[in-house]
């Protein structure tokens, strides 16, 4: 399965038992975010749970580059002060809450360098393996942006308050094994195993049990986004829980566990 999106800019395809790949493609702009590419996203991930066998989404980049973020100069000279926010923030944050919102697991494969929106996309992903070459950073300090308070409380989230600090008033890019140092990233990997070790990460993952990945994750955003809970939400959490004990794929894990096999999940 392959399939060409966004005039051929971003691919998607399968490169292993219910993973699915988007990979952006967009060279000639070093695989920046233009409008096109934002739209395909956003309109793509829906679906992703509707007739295609998913179960964990790999996002990557066309080497030797991740992405090298939004493609601000795309926006016309002559209307950029009236159009910047509303062309900036829609599509890009339409496409964010795409990925955050998406049921599965979500890996980011970063090849190569990843910088500004590249990089919030890949830390909106549940997982990030990042290429030792690669280098990753926020440069608004340098363009005289101010950084949308949506994308800088996922910094807050992933990397800490005085980390986020350093990334956003230095305007520095940060050397991979920097980027794994301070939780940027998970893992860093030689250049050439990223894409193998990438797939086969996305192949584990789609591996587990369906029902528990998606209610884990589940939990774990409400929690991160919620840390004192209403009691709606934690009637809602009590009850996630305790849905797993009547499923089938509970008695079919630990049947299988017993037996030492693979299990044959059902999702129900």
């Known amino acids: ?44 991930l829906p679906r992703l749970d509707r007739g295609i ?40 944050h339409a496409a964010m809450e795409a990925i955050a919102a998406h049921p599965w697991p979500t890996v980011a494969a970063i090849n190569g360098h990843c910088i500004g929106g590249g990089l919030e996309l890949a830390i909106t992903c549940d997982l990030r393996l990042c290429a030792a070459g690669a280098k990753l950073g926020m440069p608004p300090v340098k363009l005289g942006l101010v950084y949308g308070h949506t994308g800088l409380r996922k910094f807050l989230d992933t990397v800490g308050l005085a980390r986020t600090k350093e990334l956003f008033i230095t305007g520095r890019n940060f050397e991979a094994a920097r980027a794994e140092e301070i939780g940027l990233v998970h893992e860093v990997l030689d250049g050439g195993r990223i894409e193998e070790v990438s797939v086969a990460l ?9 029902l528990s990945m998606r209610g884990n994750k589940s939990a774990i955003d409400l929690l991160n986004a919620a840390p004192t809970l209403t009691e709606q ?7 996630l829980r305790e849905s797993c004990f009547s499923s089938e794929d509970l008695r079919e894990g ?14 129900r």
């Open 1 to 44: 399965m392959v399939e060409r999106l966004a005039g051929g800019k971003l691919i998607l395809d399968s490169p292993a038992e219910a993973v699915v790949r988007l990979r952006i493609s967009n060279p000639e702009r070093r695989n920046a975010l233009d409008h096109d590419i934002l739209d395909a996203i956003a309109e793509t």
């Open 53 to 92: 066998e998913t179960r964990c989404l790999l996002i990557t980049g066309a080497p030797p580059v991740f992405s090298a973020g939004y493609d601000i100069a795309s926006i016309p000279s002559e209307t950029f002060e009236r159009d910047a926010e509303a062309l900036v923030a829609h599509p890009f």
């Open 202 to 210: 996305a192949a584990e993952i789609a591996a587990n049990a369906p």
């Open 233 to 239: 939400q934690e009637a809602g959490l009590i009850a």
């Open 254 to 267: 630990i049947r299988a566990f017993a037996e030492k096999r693979k299990p044959e999940w059902r999702g």
